[in-house]
């Protein structure tokens, strides 16, 4: 009888490390880390250590860096790169960039297509910094929307997932 006790004890002090051991958060063991196609090459890295940004707070979020270069052809009209996250047990993922709602969000957004698209095209990757990403995010998606000349009316889009494995 204690031998069926202990085995079933056991069995559920297994189960229960097993589960908890598949909670997980979206933290990288090593950075940066990076992902790319023939077009775009996306990497993230950890934030910079500068005391006028914002800096992780243990619990609440981690702040990091991404790094996009164009791999293909120079020939970019317009580029725009988006980031999201995810929300446990949701289906819904929330941008970590926005605008300031005193602004004209959609004619400087106009503008920064083309002056990133200009940017990129030269050769110079696009830098951000430092964004804050919760620790409770699995996943963090950057998108990347271009048109490119020849086919100015067609935009592409291309998606790189960072996620937990």
């Known amino acids: 009888m204690r031998k069926k006790r202990r085995i079933v004890i056991l069995l559920f002090i297994f189960i229960y ?11 990288f063991d090593t950075l940066p880390v990076e992902q790319s196609s023939q077009r775009w090459s996306v ?8 005391n006028s940004k914002q800096r992780s707070q243990f619990g609440h979020y981690d702040t990091r860096s991404l790094k996009v270069e164009n791999m293909g052809e120079n020939n970019l009209i ?4 988006s980031m999201y996250r995810n929300e446990p ?4 993922k929330y941008a970590l960039q926005g605008c300031p709602e005193a602004l004209d969000c959609k004619q400087i957004s106009e503008d920064q ?3 990133l698209a200009a940017q990129l095209n030269n050769g110079s990757p696009y830098n951000f910094t430092d964004f804050i990403l919760a620790e409770k995010a699995t996943e963090l998606e950057v998108e990347i929307t271009w048109t ?5 009316g067609r935009p592409l889009k291309e998606r790189f ?5």
């Not at 047990?89 to 819904?92: E, Q």
């Not at 997932?161 to 494995?165: A, G, R, W």
């Open 89 to 92: 047990k949701s289906t819904t």
């Open 148 to 152: 490119e000349k020849g086919n100015e």
């Open 78 to 81: 317009t580029a725009e790169i």
């Open 113 to 115: 297509k083309h002056t």
């Open 17 to 27: 490390i097993g589960l908890v051991s598949n909670v997980s958060a979206l933290t």
């Open 43 to 50: 990497e993230i890295s950890e934030g910079v250590d500068d």
């Open 161 to 165: 997932v960072f996620s937990e494995e």
